[in-house]
C-alpha cells in the first residue's frame, strides 16, 4: 500500500485535493473539483487514484457523492519514512566513525 501511497502523493493536483480535504473537511466532489482548471472527469480520475490508495473515503448520499480524507495510509508512510531516516543516519554515523578511526 505504501506504493499507492506515495504514487498518489507525486501529483500536484492529487496533493492540492488532499489538502483541501485536510483543511475544510468532508466536500462534495463537484466542489472539490472546482478550483481546478480541468475537467470534472479529470478530476474524478485523480479522486479514483486516492480512493485506491485509500487516501479519500466516498460517501453516496442519493446524487451527491460527499469525499472524507483517511490520514492512516499518510501516517503509515511518515512511520516508514521516519524509519527509514533513523537507519540512514545510524549507518552515516557507523560510517564517520571508520572514517575518523582510519
Known amino acids: 500500500m505504501l506504493d499507492a501511497t506515495l504514487t498518489a ?3 500536484p493536483t492529487r496533493r492540492a485535493i488532499l489538502a483541501r480535504l485536510a ?9 472539490v473539483a472546482k478550483p481546478f482548471a480541468i ?6 480520475k485523480h479522486i479514483r487514484m486516492l ?9 453516496v ?11 492512516t495510509p499518510l501516517d503509515e508512510a511518515a512511520a516508514w ?8 543516519a545510524w549507518r552515516l554515523g557507523e560510517l564517520e566513525k ?5
Request: glycine residues 6%; without cysteine.
Open 98 to 102: 571508520v572514517l575518523k578511526d582510519g
Open 81 to 88: 519514512i521516519d524509519d527509514q531516516r533513523k537507519l540512514w
Open 51 to 59: 480512493e485506491r490508495a485509500r487516501l479519500v473515503r466516498r460517501r
Open 9 to 11: 502523493l507525486a501529483d
Open 39 to 44: 475537467s470534472l472527469n479529470s478530476v474524478s
Open 23 to 31: 483543511q475544510e473537511g468532508e466536500a462534495r466532489v463537484t466542489d
Open 61 to 71: 448520499e442519493g446524487r451527491e457523492h460527499f469525499l472524507t480524507l483517511d490520514p
